[in-house]
């Protein structure tokens, strides 16, 4: 069965289309401010006829910054019904010969199954190279399907053999994920999913189709445009797998729910989080472990340095940087900034040479599945804000421990933010049970970190405590411009943390 959806957008133009499209879509990172302009900087037909897929780069430029988009169009004379949540309007564009409904192709099981044909045979496209990890196969029969809830890219999963994460915002050079897992599965690290293929655009396509900005050079633009641009990394799906983030919500929507005995309060210590059902801490603690373990194989994969205490300042310098900026921007952040500073200053202070070694770069309980084996380690890109040399950057082990102390703090707020205005006496029964449930679990993950061989968190205090802040102050900002509603889940826990 075909219909029109009821009144999608229609114009000559592929680009006016997408530019009303872009703003919408979760993986947009430009949220908090107007596209100045859009531009296709690469197009090439990966499959001709009806449906038809094509493969984009858009070009997209804010103030003076130009991001580079991924993005696979589907196009069709008739529209099935179960693709009409993703169109993106109906086109009559001669220029670029287009006529029919464009729509997001990852959502189209019919165009993104010929993604595994080409990786299984290793074809090149144009500027597309499909390719094989070495020593694997690839199976060509199996239709993908996007996976649902909170991501930044978007994921296929083909079957019940392989999970594809297509890019969104495209970064210079080889993919820090695909890199850090073909090192990890050598070395036989148990803690990542093996790779099976990827695709990757050929090296400089970025940085020349990047349009330069009025006021300066496309962001896009860097020193890894002699690398191939990764697009898609194919990895094996661990079907038994459930994210951390929703083990944590369940154990939390637990402890919320166990029944309060009047007149106790406050009776919500750590201890008592333990007591509920759903309890977190054992997991917890073998997350910790598994982070130094895969801590261990990073240093071992990729080498350890002393950084001086020059480059620490450097470093400090940089989260103020980064505090002056978002404050500017989030106006509710600006009154924890003195106590935000303070701490980064005594890191400052008391700089001292540090081991500095690969890291996750943006840890959270998001990133890690348990499976019936244990916790894996999910997406080493870094954080998508930050520049391709930064997310590549060596750093202290450390920071992914605050990162993920901090997902401890998101887990056991995200309830309490999204029950909107409660009574106060309501509010802060909550808050008493969702700072339990994190401090628990908090101790438990840094325990399980140092007994498996971690610096121990409790004695570098002040360095996880400026992570922690400087991870906050990255947060507020990722929310303000993807995500504004979740904006008073970081607001809240660093209420706590800066009070
Ligand atoms: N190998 C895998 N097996 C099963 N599920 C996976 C796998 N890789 C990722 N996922 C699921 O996809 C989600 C998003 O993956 P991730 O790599 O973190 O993408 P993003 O960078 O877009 O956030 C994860 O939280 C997890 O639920
Ligand atoms: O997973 P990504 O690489 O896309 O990371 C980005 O998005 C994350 C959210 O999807 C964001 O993480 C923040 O929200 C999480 C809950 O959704 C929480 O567990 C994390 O602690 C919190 O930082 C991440 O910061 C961002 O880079």
């Known amino acids: 069965m075909t219909v029109a959806p009821s009144d999608p957008p229609t114009g000559t133009s592929l680009v006016r289309l997408l530019a009303g499209w872009l703003p919408q879509q979760r993986w947009f990172g430009g949220k908090d401010g107007p596209i100045h302009d859009l531009t296709i900087g690469t197009a090439t037909e990966l499959r001709p006829g009806d449906p038809a897929l094509h493969h984009l780069v858009l070009d997209v430029r804010q103030d003076d910054t130009t991001d580079h988009y991924q993005l696979l169009l589907g196009v069709r004379r008739d529209l099935p ?27 189209d099981a019919e165009l993104t199954r010929p993604l595994l044909e080409l990786m299984a ?6 500027p597309l190279a499909f390719r094989r990890a070495p020593g694997t196969g690839i199976r060509t029969d199996l239709d993908g399907a996007p996976i ?57 396509t970025l940085a020349t189709a990047g349009r330069p900005s009025a006021n300066g050079p496309s962001s896009g633009a860097g020193s890894s445009g002699d690398e191939p641009v990764t697009l898609a990394l194919l990895s094996e799906f661990l079907l038994t797998a459930t994210d951390g983030w929703q083990l944590a919500l369940t154990s939390v929507r637990d402890w919320f729910a166990q029944p ?54 450097r470093i400090v310098f940089a989260m103020h940087e980064q505090l002056d900026q978002v404050s500017a921007a989030v106006p509710q952040l600006r009154p924890y900034a003195p106590a935000i500073r303070e701490v980064f200053d005594r890191v400052a202070a008391e700089a001292a040479p540090l081991p500095f070694q690969r890291v996750h770069g943006d840890y959270h309980l998001g990133q890690v599945l348990r499976t019936d084996s ?49 009574p106060p006496q309501a509010a802060d029964a909550l808050e008493l049970r969702a700072q339990a449930w994190a401090e628990r679990n908090r101790a438990a993950f840094c325990a399980g970190y140092a007994a498996a061989g971690g610096p121990d968190p409790a004695a570098y205090a002040t360095l996880v405590r400026a992570f922690e802040f400087d991870k906050a102050v990255y947060e507020i900002r990722y929310e303000a411009r993807n995500r504004p509603s979740w904006l008073p889940v970081p607001l809240r826990s660093l209420a706590r943390l800066a009070g």
């Open 81 to 107: 019904e179960h693709l009409a949540p993703v169109v993106i309007g109906r086109l009559e564009d001669l220029e670029q010969g287009i006529t029919g409904y464009v729509y997001d192709a990852a959502h």
């Open 121 to 126: 045979e290793e074809r090149t496209v144009g």
């Open 374 to 422: 244990g916790w894996t380690l999910l997406d080493f890109e870094g954080e998508p804000a930050r520049t391709p040399a930064e997310r590549r950057a060596p750093a202290h082990p450390l920071r992914d421990v605050a990162g993920m102390l901090r997902s401890f703090e998101y887990a056991a707020r995200f309830l309490l933010a999204r029950e909107g205005d409660l």
């Open 260 to 313: 309060t005995t009047p007149g106790t309060a406050p009776a919500f210590t750590a201890e008592d989080a333990g007591a509920a059902g759903g309890d977190f801490a054992a997991e917890a603690e073998r997350l910790g472990a598994a982070t130094a373990e895969v801590h261990r194989d990073l240093a071992a994969a990729f080498g350890v340095t002393q950084a001086p205490p020059e480059l620490v300042r």
């Open 148 to 204: 649902q809830g909170e991501q930044s890219n978007t994921s296929l999963i083909f079957g019940d053999a392989y999970i594809c994460k297509l890019f969104r915002r495209l970064s210079p050079g080889v993919s820090p994920d695909l890199e850090v897992n073909l090192a990890l599965s050598r070395r036989g690290c148990e803690h990542v999913p093996s790779v099976h293929g990827w695709i990757e655009l050929e090296p400089g």
